[in-house]
Every structure is written in C-alpha cells, then in structure tokens.
C-alpha cells in the first residue's frame, strides 16, 4: 500500500489557524474512521493528538481537532502556538496485509 | 505513568541480524497490542508490525515481511523485533508503541537507532 498524501509544508503566524490534508483511498481513509494524527518533534517520541478521524486523547489541547470528507482527512489547529511548530503525520488503517499506513509527513512552522 | 523503553539497536553489517527488545512499564502489557514503527534518517514514520496481545496474530508492512519476526514475552512485559538479513535501508530510528485503540499508536517509546553498513 502507498502512503498516505500530505503537503511537505505548511506555515502560519501565532494566533492563525492551519489546517493538514490527508489524502487516501477507498482501502482506507475513504472506508474506515480510523484515521489518527501524530505530532512529532524530532528527538523525541510521535505524540498522538487524534484517533477515530475526530477524537482528542486526554490531555490533547482542544485547539486541536480532525475531520473527514470522501478520501481525505484534515487536522485543524486553531490559536497556533510557537509549541506546535513540529511534524505532524496522519495514518489510517487499511485493508490487506499492511494493517496501517502513514503519511508523508507535514512540517507546520510557525513564523 | 507509561514508559517503553527500546534497546539493542546499534551498527550492523548488510546482511547481518540483530534483535530489538521493548520493556513495557505502567500498564497491563498482555492486555495491549503492540506495533513497531521505524522512521529512516531524514524520512517520515514508516509502520513494520503489528502483534496481538496474545502474540498469536501478527502482521507486517512489505517491505520486512519474511526478514523480520516480531514476538512477545507477557511474562517479562516485553516486545522483540528479530531481523534478519538486514538492509541499507532498514537504517532507521525503531520505535515499539502500543496500541492505542481504534488502530491508532499510543503511548510511544523514544526509540532505538538501527544503522546498517559496511
């Protein structure tokens, strides 16, 4: 199975909101509302900020919050923060042997 | 509180084989699922395995599947990551994490570093 599709980039100043595409197919985004979202800085250890397409974990900033429509989900981060400027990475489970597929990946700045 | 912590990552040889062990702290580790993602230098979380709590299913991206075996020790609250015939591309930071329902990776360990080289 392919990845995944994010944009390699985005970029919004304090206070803004930005938001992540995550593009699949019928084999998962489009199938199964199983899509989570990951924050990662580098050196330290992917964070999970949402799963099931809509849901924070306890402790998840409600600035944070996922959505869905057809193949392609999205992340919205409300009130950027200089905290967010990390890579986030969306992943679905999918269909076949592969039970779970990542995303490229997206580099949110904060300027 | 949570911690997963990876060890025995290091510098191989292609070809070679090296085993990866995960201890699992604060939580009921025969009750969780587990997953092993790698990310490689420079590129995005690639998942490689996935093993149930009772270590009788398991599953594996393509890229590893029949060089690579993931195992478990509920006794010990452990996770393995046995590799074999190892890679230029296998170099990666390994990560185990368990599952954090509804198929998503949740808590993640720190990770440990892979490289494979001659």
């Known amino acids: 199975q392919s990845a995944l599709t994010q944009p390699a980039s985005v970029s919004g100043s304090p206070g803004q909101s930005i938001t992540i595409s995550c593009t699949g197919t019928s084999s998962d985004v489009g199938t199964y509302n199983y899509v989570s979202w990951y924050q990662h800085h580098p050196g330290n250890a992917p964070k999970l900020m949402i799963y099931g397409v809509i849901n924070r974990p306890s402790g998840v900033s409600n600035r944070f919050s996922g959505s869905k429509s057809a193949n392609t989900a999205s992340l919205t981060i409300s009130g950027l923060q200089a905290e967010d400027e990390a890579d986030y990475y969306c992943?679905?489970?999918?269909?076949?042997?592969?039970?779970?597929?990542f995303g490229g990946g997206t580099k949110l700045t904060v300027l | 509180e949570v911690q997963l912590v990876e060890s025995g990552g290091g510098f191989i040889q292609p070809g070679g084989s090296l085993r990866l062990s995960c201890e699992v702290f604060g939580l009921t580790f025969r009750s969780n699922s587990m997953n092993w993602v790698r990310q490689a230098p420079g590129k995005g979380l690639e998942w490689i395995s996935y093993i149930s709590s009772g270590g009788t299913s398991t599953y594996y991206a393509d890229s590893v599947k029949g060089r690579f075996t993931t195992s478990r020790d509920n006794a010990k609250n452990s996770l393995y990551l046995q590799m074999y015939n190892l890679r230029a591309e296998d170099t990666a930071v390994y990560y185990c994490?368990?599952?954090?329902?509804?198929?998503?990776?949740?808590?993640w360990g720190q990770g440990t570093l892979v490289t494979v080289s001659s």
């Open positions: 994490a368990t599952d954090g329902g509804s198929w998503s990776i949740d808590p």
């Open positions: 992943s679905s489970y999918t269909t076949g042997s592969t039970l779970i597929v």
